[in-house]
Structure formats: structure tokens, C-alpha cells
């Protein structure tokens, strides 16, 4: 018997006998009664061999017989029949997925005749399912949320209902209930990951996600329940009976999860092997080494920054985006916010750090087609790890080329569906003629943190305008590298400036996670904000697009779209979501509405090769972007900026019209009637209703000049100014 834990050891339990009435009896020793509901993980082959009239008996019909005398007919008896569908990216099925042994080697025969008995009940985790009999079973494992641990799982229910956790011939760290309490405290060396399939009961297929609390896969992230066992079994809240060789071990789940609540806000590594450590630090450790640091010039320009930056391998979580980041934090006063892997913003999940290690296609003699090093495009980012020999068929399946561009490696991802997978050129992918090939993928997910970068210009109101780029999207520049460009020098332009009127945030992002990320944190800066500007693809030589927020009558839609109206004759304008879609949706979203718009050079949507001919793709290089493209972009988002800055309400201080000449502001009408017509058509609608740029779009007036009239007038004392 092993003293620590009281489960025998293998020398214990050979030649070792019971009877189905002696685990009826030891179950009713621990606190089993009559209509109790039973949570039951069992080993019995720990117990040794069944002896008497039960040695003629299928030893997990014995134990079902054992417990279901000891609960009674009014007793409800729920097995783990865990399948990890998910993980293994396979299909659920509800009524046919058979269940896999733990590690003490659970006794599968017994889950999967408790399983497929008539009139069990089993629960649509595709993960940790549980099936059951008796009264209660359907009440409990029905519609559970989509989770294995949290709120509403079947664990959840467990402390609710007032069931019992009981442990068969093996130690209590076997009852996984123990992980729902670690999920509720919320340990550090776990966190919440999402694992997506299809869930299958009966004719009904489903597509799903479910949320399971993984751990850190360093080696202090071990599960180790002895220190909870010992503590249990001292306290008297675990009873134990003997049987067989081993034991029957009992506790009250509601009282168990208080225990070990307790133990866990005391110390929170005590249900692991330990020692404690920062998570992240052990899963870098474990990793290895990130990518080396980039140092960029001083007040390094646009294209000093493109050309640093766009080879990394700026995955939405990975050392290449921190890399990247961190070489801009150190040309701005950037704050650099931190999301851990798990973090729950909104209803979204922070995914954890993505790392390739090494991949390559070759053929079953060894010669290499493609390999990451060549261009890390060749593999989808978030791929799983993968190696073996795959038919060319199978190949196909998980291969994927750029729909236009023959010669080029297309962007792809699967940050949220589990699934291995390549990427090459068509003119590779037609050359692959051989039945099978080898492929290797060596790809590494670890716990860390998604970064957002933050720069404030502070303005003379708390009201704000946002700016925001996204960083990711490995070893390509238009998208959105030249985005990030644009925003540093528009930001770097702000900030040496007198203070604005307006606070400027501009905000680096991976896309859409990044900015719903920031959002769900600064929701009490939701009122604040006026509006916005997305700024992507903004290094081609196409007219700018500009794409209005949600509401798209909002001041900040005024004056944006004035500014591109006067600055770029050939630029053009679409509704929200008609011309591209990017992180401004997070904004404009439902809850949020902040007025985002987005300012990019794309193709108009009917174009075959929208939104630009190389997007998404390896062809997406520094050379594409025409020399003075980026500053053009950069004046334009300025001279928005200083329309949303100018906008004033000019309140008339004159009933009337105002004796010009008094003011020498008369303009002659022979010699400038162009000049004196505009005049009265803006003296006509300042009434203190109007803002500037509302009196420039009905009067067709540009904004500049109206503002010099409202200034004008000003100076004369003709109008006061009220802020928009």
C-alpha cells in the first residue's frame, strides 16, 4: 500500500479477492445511500479478481449491479465517458463515440456498458461527456453549456445538486471534478482554450465550439492531487473503505469543491506538480528563444519601418508580432497592454502563442518540394503539428493555393478551427504528381499573452479619436504593414504639435482579437470616443477608399469624407461594410457603436482581383509599394484630423444680414461673383445650428474656405464659436 496515497500497488492486489457485495457494503461505509447521485470513476481491476458465485459474473456488470444496490432504485450513477473528440479533431457522436481511458486506466468496459445501457443519457461535451441512469440523469447532463469545467457544465450542476464524487480502486485526483473548482478559482498554471467540431445526436449535426480549461504544458503544469487527497482524507470530508486490494473513496462534491477552493486561494499550485513559477516564463522556457529583437533608427520613416518589419513572422500571438511591436514601442511613447491566453473579452477567447518550428513537403525519397524557411506563407498559421505519410489526395485536402496569382504563396489561417495544413504556389501544387508524400510540420502552441500597442496624444478635452492599424499577417507589407506605417507618422506628426483639441489614441492591434481585446477593457472610454479611423492597405497606388462608419451621418463621417473629397479628387466612398471589413467592425459593432470608419486604397468590390492583386499573398513585398504613396496617405489622414479639430459651430452675434463693408469683409460682385455668392450662401446658414463642415457640405463651399469666413467673422465679433 502506498502510505501517501492509500491505493495498493501492483504487488498489492495480485491474488487479491472481493465480491460485489463486499463494494456494495465498503460504498455504503463511505456515506452512499439509498436515491443518492452518484459521480463514479472507477479502476476495479485495482481491486483484484472477483471471487464466489461474482466470479462467473462480466466484472463491470458486477460493479454496475454493486452501485446501483447501494444507490437504489431512486439513486442516479453518471460515469465519465470521455472521448476528447475535439482535441483529437474528430466528430462527436453523442450516441456512437466511444469513451477513452484515463490515465489510471479506467476501466473502459464499465463506462462503455453504463454508456450504452437502455435508457442512459449521455451529454453533448464533445470533450469530457458524462452518461448516466436513473431519475436524474437526464436533468443533469441535458443542454449543459459549452464548457467542460465552467458554469453550467455537468460538473457545475455536481456542486449544485448535492451529489457525491466516489473513486473505485484508485486515488482521489482521479475525480476530474477537481478541475472545475481549479477553472472557478482560476489557477495559474491553467487556462481556458476553444476547441471547435461537429457534434453529432442521432440525424442532428451540429457545428460547435466548447471551451476546455487546458493546462500549461511545462512540466510544473503536471496535475498532482495528493496534497488535496491528504488534506481531504485528514479533514474527514473524503471517507474511505476498504475492499479487494484497494479502496472506495467518497465526497461530498459540494463539500469537496469548498475544501479544495480553500486549499486552491491559499495556494494556488497546489493541485499541480509545481513548483510555481510565472506561467508564461516556464512556457517560453520550454519553447525556446523568440525571434532576435529588430532595431529600427531613430525616427525611423515609413518605408526604414516596412522594410524592418514586414519578413517577421507576425502571427496574431507570437514572438514575431511582440518583436515587431516592441521595435515601434521604442520609437513612440507606446504603452503595451497584455491579454493572457484564455482571457474571455466579450465572448471571444485569446488564443495562445503560435510557433512553427520547422515544416516542409518532400517526397517519400527525401527530396524537400517546399519548407517554412523558404517562406513562412508555405505554412497555415495555427496549423497543428503534424508528420507522416499522407496520400496525394489527403495532401490535397490540407493544401492551399492563391486563387489568382500562379506563382505566389497564399496567406492562410485557422486561428479558431483545429486542423493541420500547407500552403504553395499553383505552379508547385500542379507539379505534385507522385501517389503519397512526407510531410512534417513541428508547430508549438504555449500560453502567453496577445499584446495591443497604445499611443496617447493628449488633447485639451478628454473626448477622443482613434486611430488603429493591425500588426499581424506574416512576411507581407500592404496588409496592413503600410497601415501601422501610416498611423506611427501621423501619431509622431500629432505629437509634435501643440496640444489638439481632441485625444488621439492610436492603437496597434493582431486583427479583430486586438481590438476587441482593447475595447472590453476600456469600455468606460466607449463615451468618450467621437469617432474613428481603421487605416489598412494604404501602399498602392489607387485613389483612396473610404468607407463610413455603421450610422455613416455622424460629424466624424463629415469631415473625414470632406477631406478625401479635397484632397483626392479621384478618391471614392462606400456605405459601412461595402467596401472592405476589418477590425472597424468591432467598433461600429452592436454595444460599442463607435463611429469607425476605414481609410484604405483598395479595388472597388466588383474588380476580379479585389481588394488588390496581390492580397493575402507572398507577393505582397516592399516592392510594391510606390514611392510616395504612404506620405500621401499620411498628409490625408492629417488633413482629416485638422477638419474634425476645426469643426466648430459658428453662433451668429448679427440679425440679419451683417453690414459687410462696415468689416471690409465685402466681396464685389463684378469683379468676384463666385466669391460674393459663396459668402451669402455661408453668412445665410450660420445660425448656430450648423457646424463647419455642415455649412461646406450644403453650401459646396470647401472647408477650408468656410472655416476662413467663420474666422473672419470672428475676429470682427460678428459670430462666437461653440464647440460640435
Same mark, same amino acid.
Given at each position: 500500500?502506498n502510505?501517501?496515497t492509500?491505493i495498493?500497488?501492483?504487488?498489492?492486489?495480485?491474488?487479491?479477492?472481493?465480491?460485489?457485495?463486499?463494494?456494495?457494503?465498503a460504498?455504503?461505509k463511505t456515506?452512499?445511500?439509498q436515491?443518492?447521485?452518484?459521480?463514479?470513476h472507477?479502476?476495479f481491476?485495482?481491486?483484484?479478481?472477483?471471487?464466489?458465485p461474482d466470479?462467473?459474473v462480466?466484472?463491470s456488470?458486477?460493479?454496475?449491479?454493486?452501485i446501483?444496490r447501494?444507490?437504489?432504485?431512486?439513486g442516479?450513477?453518471?460515469?465519465?465517458?470521455?472521448?476528447?473528440?475535439?482535441?483529437?479533431?474528430?466528430?462527436?457522436?453523442?450516441?456512437?463515440?466511444a469513451?477513452?481511458?484515463?490515465?489510471?486506466?479506467l476501466?473502459?468496459?464499465f463506462l462503455?456498458?453504463v454508456?450504452?445501457?437502455?435508457g442512459?443519457?449521455r451529454?453533448?461535451?464533445?470533450?469530457?461527456?458524462?452518461?448516466g441512469?436513473?431519475?436524474r440523469?437526464?436533468?443533469?447532463?441535458?443542454?449543459v453549456?459549452?464548457?467542460c469545467?465552467?458554469?453550467?457544465?455537468?460538473?457545475d450542476r455536481?456542486?449544485?445538486?448535492?451529489?457525491?464524487?466516489?473513486v473505485?480502486?484508485?486515488?482521489?485526483?482521479?475525480?476530474?471534478?477537481?478541475?472545475?473548482?481549479?477553472?472557478?478559482?482560476?489557477?495559474?498554471?491553467r487556462?481556458?482554450?476553444l476547441?471547435?467540431?461537429?457534434?453529432?445526436?442521432?440525424?442532428a449535426v451540429?457545428?460547435?465550439?466548447w471551451?476546455?480549461?487546458?493546462?500549461?504544458?511545462?512540466?510544473?503544469?503536471?496535475?498532482?492531487?495528493?496534497?488535496?487527497?491528504?488534506i481531504?482524507r485528514?479533514?474527514?470530508?473524503?471517507?474511505a473503505?476498504?475492499?479487494?486490494?484497494?479502496?472506495v473513496?467518497?465526497?461530498?462534491?459540494?463539500?469537496?469543491y469548498?475544501?479544495?477552493?480553500?486549499e486552491?486561494?491559499r495556494?494556488?499550485?497546489c493541485?499541480a506538480?509545481g513548483?510555481a513559477?510565472?506561467?508564461i516564463?516556464?512556457?517560453?522556457?520550454?519553447?525556446?528563444?523568440?525571434c532576435?529583437?529588430v532595431?529600427?533608427?531613430p525616427?525611423?520613416?515609413?518605408?526604414?519601418?516596412v522594410?524592418?518589419?514586414?519578413?517577421?513572422?507576425?502571427? /496574431?500571438? #507570437? *514572438?514575431?508580432?511582440?518583436?515587431? +511591436?516592441?521595435?515601434?514601442a521604442?520609437?513612440? !511613447?507606446? &504603452?503595451i497592454?497584455e491579454?493572457?491566453?484564455g482571457?474571455?473579452?466579450?465572448?471571444?477567447i485569446v488564443?495562445?502563442?503560435w510557433?512553427?518550428?520547422?515544416a516542409?513537403?518532400?517526397t517519400?525519397?527525401?527530396?524537400?518540394v517546399?519548407?517554412?524557411?523558404?517562406?513562412?506563407?508555405h505554412?497555415v498559421s495555427?496549423?497543428?503539428?503534424?508528420?507522416?505519410r499522407v496520400?496525394?489526395?489527403?495532401?490535397f485536402?490540407?493544401?492551399?493555393?492563391h486563387?489568382?496569382?500562379?506563382d505566389a504563396?497564399?496567406f492562410?489561417f485557422?486561428?479558431?478551427?483545429r486542423?493541420?495544413g500547407?500552403c504553395?504556389?499553383?505552379?508547385?501544387?500542379?507539379?505534385?504528381?507522385?501517389e503519397a508524400?512526407?510531410v512534417? /510540420?513541428? #508547430? *508549438?502552441?504555449?500560453?502567453?499573452? +496577445?499584446?495591443t500597442?497604445?499611443i496617447?496624444? !493628449?488633447? &485639451?478635452?478628454?473626448?477622443?479619436?482613434?486611430?488603429?492599424?493591425?500588426?499581424?499577417?506574416?512576411?507581407?507589407?500592404?496588409?496592413?504593414?503600410?497601415?501601422?506605417?501610416?498611423?506611427?507618422?501621423?501619431?509622431r506628426k500629432?505629437?509634435?504639435?501643440k496640444?489638439?483639441?481632441?485625444t488621439?489614441?492610436?492603437?496597434?492591434?493582431?486583427?479583430?482579437?486586438g481590438s476587441?481585446?482593447?475595447?472590453?477593457?476600456n469600455?468606460?472610454?466607449?463615451?468618450e470616443?467621437?469617432?474613428?479611423?481603421?487605416?489598412e492597405?494604404?501602399?498602392r497606388?489607387?485613389?483612396?477608399?473610404?468607407q463610413?462608419?455603421?450610422?455613416?451621418n455622424?460629424?466624424?463621417?463629415?469631415?473625414?469624407k470632406?477631406?478625401l473629397?479635397e484632397?483626392?479628387p479621384?478618391?471614392?466612398?462606400?456605405?459601412y461594410?461595402?467596401?472592405?471589413?476589418?477590425d472597424e &467592425?468591432q467598433?461600429?459593432?452592436p454595444?460599442?457603436?463607435?463611429?469607425?470608419?476605414?481609410?484604405s486604397?483598395v479595388?472597388?468590390p466588383s474588380a476580379?482581383?479585389?481588394?488588390?492583386?496581390?492580397y493575402?499573398?507572398?507577393?505582397?513585398?516592399?516592392e510594391l509599394v510606390?514611392?510616395g504613396?504612404?506620405?500621401e496617405s499620411?498628409?490625408?489622414?492629417?488633413?482629416?484630423?485638422e477638419y474634425?479639430?476645426?469643426?466648430v459651430?459658428?453662433?451668429n452675434?448679427?440679425?440679419?444680414?451683417?453690414f459687410c463693408?462696415?468689416?471690409?469683409l465685402?466681396?464685389?460682385?463684378?469683379?468676384?461673383?463666385?466669391?460674393?455668392?459663396e459668402?451669402?450662401?455661408i453668412?445665410?446658414?450660420?445660425?448656430?445650428?450648423?457646424s463647419?463642415a455642415?455649412?461646406?457640405?450644403?453650401?459646396?463651399?470647401?472647408?477650408?474656405a468656410?472655416?476662413?469666413?467663420?474666422?473672419?467673422l470672428?475676429q470682427?465679433?460678428?459670430v462666437?464659436?461653440r464647440?460640435?
Amino acid at each position: 500500500m502506498n502510505s501517501a496515497t492509500g491505493i495498493p500497488r501492483a504487488s498489492d492486489w495480485l491474488g487479491a479477492e472481493y465480491t460485489a457485495s463486499d463494494l456494495t457494503h465498503a460504498l455504503w461505509k463511505t456515506g452512499i445511500r439509498q436515491g443518492d447521485t452518484v459521480f463514479v470513476h472507477a479502476c476495479f481491476g485495482v481491486l483484484g479478481a472477483l471471487a464466489g458465485p461474482d466470479s462467473e459474473v462480466e466484472p463491470s456488470a458486477a460493479l454496475l449491479d454493486a452501485i446501483t444496490r447501494a444507490v437504489g432504485p431512486t439513486g442516479t450513477i453518471l460515469v465519465p465517458t470521455y472521448t476528447f473528440s475535439f482535441c483529437r479533431g474528430e466528430d462527436y457522436d453523442v450516441l456512437n463515440s466511444a469513451s477513452v481511458p484515463g490515465p489510471w486506466s479506467l476501466s473502459s468496459e464499465f463506462l462503455e456498458t453504463v454508456r450504452m445501457l437502455p435508457g442512459a443519457f449521455r451529454s453533448d461535451d464533445p470533450i469530457h461527456s458524462v452518461a448516466g441512469i436513473g431519475p436524474r440523469a437526464e436533468a443533469l447532463l441535458a443542454d449543459v453549456a459549452s464548457t467542460c469545467f465552467g458554469p453550467g457544465s455537468i460538473f457545475d450542476r455536481l456542486n449544485r445538486s448535492g451529489a457525491k464524487l466516489c473513486v473505485i480502486g484508485a486515488p482521489l485526483e482521479e475525480a476530474t471534478f477537481r478541475h472545475h473548482v481549479e477553472e472557478m478559482v482560476g489557477v495559474p498554471f491553467r487556462y481556458k482554450k476553444l476547441f471547435t467540431g461537429y457534434i453529432r445526436r442521432g440525424s442532428a449535426v451540429r457545428k460547435a465550439g466548447w471551451i476546455y480549461f487546458v493546462r500549461i504544458r511545462a512540466d510544473n503544469g503536471i496535475p498532482d492531487g495528493s496534497y488535496l487527497e491528504r488534506i481531504t482524507r485528514s479533514s474527514g470530508e473524503c471517507r474511505a473503505a476498504s475492499v479487494g486490494a484497494g479502496e472506495v473513496l467518497t465526497v461530498d462534491a459540494g463539500a469537496y469543491y469548498e475544501r479544495v477552493a480553500t486549499e486552491l486561494k491559499r495556494n494556488p499550485w497546489c493541485s499541480a506538480k509545481g513548483p510555481a513559477g510565472n506561467a508564461i516564463e516556464l512556457e517560453r522556457t520550454r519553447t525556446g528563444a523568440p525571434c532576435s529583437p529588430v532595431t529600427l533608427p531613430p525616427a525611423a520613416s515609413m518605408e526604414q519601418i516596412v522594410s524592418a518589419l514586414w519578413r517577421l513572422p507576425r502571427d /496574431i500571438v #507570437s *514572438d514575431g508580432f511582440d518583436v515587431a +511591436l516592441q521595435a515601434l514601442a521604442d520609437q513612440l !511613447p507606446m &504603452r503595451i497592454h497584455e491579454f493572457p491566453s484564455g482571457t474571455e473579452c466579450w465572448d471571444w477567447i485569446v488564443p495562445e502563442k503560435w510557433t512553427c518550428a520547422e515544416a516542409w513537403l518532400e517526397t517519400l525519397d527525401g527530396r524537400k518540394v517546399f519548407s517554412y524557411a523558404d517562406h513562412p506563407l508555405h505554412v497555415v498559421s495555427y496549423s497543428l503539428p503534424f508528420a507522416g505519410r499522407v496520400s496525394r489526395d489527403e495532401l490535397f485536402r490540407h493544401l492551399h493555393v492563391h486563387p489568382w496569382l500562379p506563382d505566389a504563396i497564399p496567406f492562410n489561417f485557422k486561428y479558431y478551427e483545429r486542423d493541420w495544413g500547407l500552403c504553395c504556389t499553383q505552379r508547385q501544387r500542379d507539379a505534385l504528381q507522385d501517389e503519397a508524400y512526407r510531410v512534417v /510540420i513541428r #508547430s *508549438d502552441f504555449a500560453y502567453s499573452t +496577445l499584446k495591443t500597442g497604445e499611443i496617447v496624444v !493628449p488633447g &485639451r478635452t478628454d473626448k477622443s479619436i482613434v486611430l488603429c492599424a493591425h500588426l499581424c499577417h506574416p512576411a507581407m507589407v500592404n496588409d496592413d504593414l503600410t497601415g501601422v506605417a501610416v498611423g506611427v507618422e501621423v501619431i509622431r506628426k500629432l505629437l509634435a504639435r501643440k496640444a489638439p483639441r481632441y485625444t488621439y489614441r492610436f492603437v496597434i492591434v493582431p486583427e479583430t482579437i486586438g481590438s476587441i481585446a482593447w475595447l472590453s477593457r476600456n469600455e468606460e472610454l466607449t463615451p468618450e470616443i467621437k469617432g474613428g479611423l481603421f487605416l489598412e492597405m494604404l501602399g498602392r497606388a489607387t485613389p483612396h477608399a473610404l468607407q463610413l462608419s455603421f450610422d455613416g451621418n455622424t460629424e466624424v463621417d463629415l469631415c473625414f469624407k470632406l477631406a478625401l473629397q479635397e484632397h483626392d479628387p479621384n478618391g471614392w466612398t462606400g456605405e459601412y461594410r461595402s467596401i472592405i471589413g476589418n477590425d472597424e &467592425r468591432q467598433f461600429n459593432g452592436p454595444g460599442v457603436r463607435i463611429p469607425m470608419l476605414s481609410l484604405s486604397r483598395v479595388l472597388p468590390p466588383s474588380a476580379p482581383e479585389w481588394p488588390y492583386r496581390e492580397y493575402h499573398s507572398s507577393a505582397d513585398t516592399p516592392e510594391l509599394v510606390p514611392s510616395g504613396s504612404l506620405d500621401e496617405s499620411a498628409r490625408l489622414v492629417l488633413r482629416m484630423i485638422e477638419y474634425i479639430e476645426e469643426n466648430v459651430v459658428p453662433v451668429n452675434e448679427f440679425k440679419g444680414e451683417p453690414f459687410c463693408s462696415r468689416y471690409g469683409l465685402h466681396i464685389d460682385a463684378y469683379s468676384n461673383p463666385e466669391g460674393n455668392r459663396e459668402l451669402f450662401r455661408i453668412l445665410d446658414l450660420i445660425d448656430g445650428s450648423l457646424s463647419v463642415a455642415e455649412i461646406a457640405r450644403r453650401t459646396s463651399v470647401p472647408f477650408d474656405a468656410v472655416r476662413d469666413v467663420v474666422k473672419k467673422l470672428g475676429q470682427v465679433g460678428l459670430v462666437s464659436i461653440r464647440e460640435s
